[in-house]
């Protein structure tokens, strides 16, 4: 019996992401609309170094049933091609198609916030609409965002949907760190309703702003030398008494953030504890990193670890007995995320290996601080506790 009641721990997560962990209610249908009746939306992509994605993200957006809007690419200082690219798209659907070359970058601005603030100083939208050169956009999806910022009376609508895994690696990592942003906000679109500003949770990749409020809180300027500056931006929304709403699009909106391993490290050891510790409070920041690290480690290393031990002869049949029934219970946990993620469920027999790789990046993050480097640049950013 013993052994038992030691697998409850992962019994519950399992239980936990079957019965707490929800995802955003789905947007609204676009209704028809003419021209005079649809606000302009101003649709901003920063784009740094996005050879390989701009051109089908622009074509996406461009593409759009929506009557009113206007597409602005930002190339900041890109060294690939983006800006030339992109120039050579038509304006399709859109009113235009404006591709700004990004000034240099000034002191105290990290690339983002500093494309984003200037495809703002460039559009005539009383909607923006903040969107990453990674993603890519269903024809209905503006037109069913504007729907939705008007019917949750949103100042800010944030929208999840469908992370693009085409890679192993893709398929292994993505889903440790997307269920470690799980364990903090299960539910995105309670949360986000809350009056706790600390709570507040937004996907840069669909961030659509009403711009009154957008100029309220300060826009991209007050969020300068944030490197998770959509989680920056909503509690500023929020701080400010105004209203944070999150949505689904998953068959609408699809993004590939990463292609490699090397991007997979790359991309999340900027952020992943940053943006943990941007959504606590002060006291709690120096304890949080390393009570995750070994609380990863206990669940998800330690008994495939235990597992080998006894297979090579070490440890007695109690051992045996917990290890088979916490592995397959967490071999089952890892299969339903990796599949409702859009994965294939085998790829839940290698969490191990996935864990491996989460772990590393999390110490990595965890130990280069606030010295972030990414597309070519580095950055010293300012201790959390200076900002917030």
Not at 335 to 350: E, V
């Amino acid at each position: 019996m013993t052994p038992f009641l030691f697998a409850l721990p992962w019994v519950a997560i399992l239980v936990y992401l079957l019965v707490v962990v929800r995802m955003p209610r789905e947007l609204p249908s676009a209704p028809a609309r003419d021209g005079a009746q649809a606000p302009l939306v101003s649709v901003i992509v920063p784009a740094r170094n996005e050879a390989l994605n701009i051109e089908t993200c622009v074509r996406s957006l461009t593409a759009s049933t929506y009557r009113a809007f206007e597409v602005i690419v930002v190339d900041d200082a890109s060294e690939d091609g983006t800006g030339a690219i992109a120039r050579a798209l038509g304006a399709g659907r859109a009113r235009r198609l404006a591709v700004l070359d990004g000034a240099p970058l000034p002191p105290g601005w990290l690339g983002k916030p500093w494309a984003c603030w200037q495809g703002f100083a460039a559009a005539e939208g009383a909607l923006l609409l903040f969107t990453d050169a990674d993603t890519m956009h269903e024809p209905e999806l503006l037109g069913r965002a504007v729907t939705g910022l008007e019917e949750d009376g949103a100042s800010l609508l944030t929208v999840v949907g469908r992370q693009l895994m085409e890679t192993f690696w893709e398929r292994l990592v993505q889903p440790q760190i997307f269920l470690m942003m799980f364990f903090r906000f299960p539910r995105f679109e309670e949360t986000a309703k809350n009056g706790r500003w600390r709570d507040a949770i937004a996907n840069g990749q669909f961030m659509l702003f009403r711009r009154d409020t957008y100029e309220r809180i300060g826009g991209h300027e007050v969020v300068r030398d944030e490197i998770v500056e959509d989680l920056a931006l909503a509690q500023h929304v929020k701080r400010a008494g105004l209203q944070l709403r999150v949505r689904s699009a998953e068959t609408d909106l699809a993004t590939r953030m990463y292609r490699s391993l090397r991007e997979l490290v790359d991309g999340w050891s900027k952020n992943i504890v940053l943006g943990g510790l941007q959504s606590l409070p002060a006291w709690l920041r120096p304890l949080v990193p390393p009570v995750a690290l070994l609380t990863g480690v206990a669940l998800w290393l330690a008994p495939p670890a235990a597992l080998g031990a006894v297979l090579t002869g070490l440890g007695g049949g109690d051992l045996l007995v917990w290890s088979v029934i916490v592995c397959a219970t967490s071999a089952l946990t890892w299969a339903l995320f990796t599949r409702q993620m859009g994965g294939p469920a085998k790829y839940g027999l290698l969490y191990p290996l996935g864990a491996l790789v989460g772990a590393y990046i999390f110490v990595r993050s965890w130990t280069r601080g606030r010295h972030v480097a990414w597309k070519g640049r580095r950055y010293a950013l300012p201790p959390v506790a200076e900002r917030l």
